[in-house]
């Protein structure tokens, strides 16, 4: 009689933390965009990132990245550019009609707890800068885990009407921004890119003194 009842307190148990889990769940929202895009002279790309404690940050026609501590008005976020996108249980993807992505989990339908992906058009035959981090789930031996993930900024220059996917992936400890080219017919081909520099330090100006404190 007490083993029943001892199972029974456990199934109980497990129905209530399935029951909070489900509750829990993060609301994840998906907009529809459809901005002005020229392939004679853009290109699309789709970032995929986390309000999980990561920061997904852009910066289009700019070869090299700043800190945000520097920021200049040219960094582009994806879900804002701060440590409290962590605290939002919720996660806002936009999409602009590229194709579906090879990857399921970069797919509107195929996203998991805080996870969204942004598509933009970017400027073609010029540089894009990007830097993703955070807690994302990369391929470690073949299967996706959650991994603390934090790879150098890296830049590439999208061709005109090409479409293209950015992501962190991983491997033997390590982990790094992927750059794919992909389309409609399914290909997925790596892009080469190269570790973005730092941008000059923006120079503070003072301003003169004047009057009685000029000289001092």
């Known amino acids: 009689m007490n083993i029943s009842i001892k199972r029974i307190v456990a199934l109980s148990a497990s129905m209530s933390i399935l029951g909070a ?16 895009y020229d392939p004679a002279t853009s290109a699309r790309l789709r970032v995929h990132g986390s309000n999980a404690g990561g920061v997904v940050a852009l910066r289009f026609g700019e070869d090299c990245f700043r800190p945000g501590f520097e920021e200049d008005g040219k960094t582009v976020y994806g879900q804002g ?9 919720s996660s806002t993807s936009v999409l602009i009609g590229m194709p579906e992505s090879p990857r399921k989990w970069m797919r509107a339908d195929g996203l998991k707890f805080k996870d969204y992906i942004m598509e933009y058009v970017v ?21 996706r885990q959650p991994q603390t993930c934090s790879p150098p900024s ?28 992909i389309d409609a017919r399914g290909h997925d081909i790596p892009v080469l890119a ?3 520099p730092r941008c000059t330090p923006i120079k503070v100006i003072e301003p003169t003194k004047t009057g009685p404190d000029a000289e001092r």
């Open 21 to 36: 889990c489900s509750v829990l769940e993060p609301t994840r929202y998906i907009v529809t965009q459809n901005p002005t």
């Open 154 to 181: 890296i830049k590439f220059t999208p061709l005109p009407g090409k479409d293209y996917e950015a992501f962190n992936e991983g491997g033997d400890g390590k982990c790094w921004i992927e750059i794919r080219e």
């Open 123 to 143: 400027p073609a035959n010029a540089p894009t800068t990007i830097f993703l981090n955070g807690n994302r789930a990369i391929d470690y031996g073949g299967s």
């Open 194 to 196: 190269s570790r973005a």
């Open 81 to 89: 550019g701060g440590f409290f996108t962590a605290y939002k249980y």
